[in-house]
């Protein structure tokens, strides 16, 4: 456990394909005891996971993706990511005040009392801090990139050129999209402009256990 190569797991480049075979396999081990999805939805990667379970991609294809995006996240300046129980809101009002729309986004809706936010480490923490201020708690992530914020604009069009190389299916599985909150359309999911935005925009978890609800 305390090995160099065991501490690679908290490097992004690796923690993301791990986290792919992972989801894959907790999916087969309920597979095989039975248990089949109505609907699909995941979490940042776990879209990409999703949508190959749905049948959007190919496992071969799936992998390339998920490599692709961590290989380029991996890339990233150095970022903080910070939750928060601040609503999303109360959130963007604060970035207005402060003009920090173009250093500190909502990374992440987790739930109605747990909001991600990322970006620039100084700006982020001092968003963070004023939270504090308005009585909000707020509590740093363990990761050294702002994913889901303005330093992954960086890796768009790089991620774009490889996911417009992918072969697309329409979902066997109805996914409900973590950009939207509501029902994937199949037409748009199917599309290499949705997984280049999927980097870069909040991920609306909370909405989109709202509707699977």
Do not use: C
Request: net charge neutral; aromatic share 4%; no cysteine.
């Amino acid at each position: 456990p305390d090995s160099p190569t065991a501490a690679l797991i908290h490097h992004t480049r690796y923690t993301q394909p791990a986290l792919f075979a992972h989801q894959i396999a907790l999916h087969k081990l309920l597979a095989a005891h039975g248990i089949q999805p109505d609907y699909l939805a995941g979490h940042s990667l776990g879209e990409l996971t999703a949508a190959h379970l749905a049948g959007i991609f190919d496992l071969q294809d799936a992998a390339r993706l998920v490599t692709a995006r961590a290989h380029l996240m991996a890339a990233l300046p150095e970022g903080a990511m910070i939750a928060t129980t601040a609503g999303e809101h109360d959130i963007h009002a604060l970035l207005e005040e402060h003009n920090a729309r173009d250093k500190v986004a909502v990374a992440a809706l987790n739930s109605p009392t747990n909001t991600v936010i990322a970006g620039d480490p100084h700006t982020t923490h001092h968003i963070a801090a004023e939270l504090s201020r308005r009585g909000h708690r707020t509590r740093p992530l363990q990761v050294r990139r702002a994913f889901h914020s303005p330093h992954t604009e960086a890796i768009l069009d790089a991620f774009q050129q490889v996911a417009a190389t992918v072969g697309y299916r329409r979902p066997t599985i109805p996914l409900v999209s973590t950009l939207t909150g509501q029902p994937a359309d199949p037409d748009q999911i199917t599309r290499a402009d949705y997984w280049t935005a999927q980097i870069r925009r909040t991920v609306r978890f909370a909405d989109a256990v709202t509707t699977l609800n």
